[in-house]
């Protein structure tokens, strides 16, 4: 994969993340797959408010839909998040380090 497609896959996690909605219905997936309509009900949306939320997620493959006749059903699929999750270490790092010198500074203050 080229950078910019990673780029453009890492913006398409963070945006399918950015919403609530979207967040509750990968924590619902995240216990086993589920038929729309039953993601559908806690958020009182209606199956063609709540595709639309399924269809960013699917778009930033965090989920798979497969269709049985009328009815579909959805899996998660959290590889995706794994390099949102280290694109974010980094800055973990970064704030690790700022902290680690600040007690280094703090303790040298007591001295």
Not at 59 to 77: H, K
């Amino acid at each position: 994969m080229t950078a910019l497609a990673e780029e453009d896959r890492l913006d398409g996690v963070f945006h399918a993340l950015s919403n609530r909605t979207r967040r509750a219905l990968l924590r619902t997936l995240s216990a086993g797959p589920a038929r729309v309509t039953e993601l559908a009900a806690p958020h009182g949306m209606s199956v063609n408010a709540i595709s639309k939320h399924l269809f960013v997620l699917e778009r930033a493959g965090l989920i798979r839909r497969t269709r049985s006749g009328s009815i579909q059903s959805c899996v998660l699929d959290a590889a995706p998040m794994a390099t949102a999750d280290e694109w974010i270490r980094g800055y973990r790092r970064f704030w690790s380090g700022r902290i680690d010198r600040l007690a280094a500074f703090v303790e040298q203050g007591k001295e």
